[in-house]
Nanobody
């Protein structure tokens, strides 16, 4: 069974930090660019960050540039999102997925994981 499992979310005060993890099972992420996406209540899911298959290139939405970093450990089949200087507007459910040009490309991974809730309070 192919799965993407996100974890690491929680509730933090503005200015705080969280590190999200996305563990893939049933299929290797080795050959995939991977991305993080988020969906706030009442809004569409949006692109947050992506990392190339090798890890050599990254891409960030303007809203998180300079505050978030993305990394991956292909040996652990896991992608990470380090979120610093969090703002209330970062509150959302965060998901990971293979990514092509800032668009989720679940393909062989089938469906979205359950996501992980991030809540940033003032």
């Amino acid at each position: 069974q192919v799965q993407l499992v996100e974890s690491g979310g929680g509730m933090v005060q503005a200015g705080g930090s969280l590190r999200l993890s996305c563990a893939a099972s049933g299929r290797t992420i080795l050959n995939y660019a991977m991305g993080w996406f988020r969906q706030a209540p009442g809004k569409e899911r949006e692109f947050v960050a992506a990392i190339s298959a090798s890890g050599g290139r990254t891409d960030f939405a303007d809203s998180v540039k300079g505050r978030f970093t993305i990394s991956r450990d292909n040996a652990k089949n896991t992608v990470y999102l380090q979120m610093n200087s969090l703002k209330p507007e970062d509150t959302a459910v965060y998901y990971c997925a293979p990514s092509i040009l800032r668009v989720a490309a679940l393909g062989d991974f089938g469906s979205w994981g359950q996501g992980t809730q991030v809540t940033v309070t003032t």
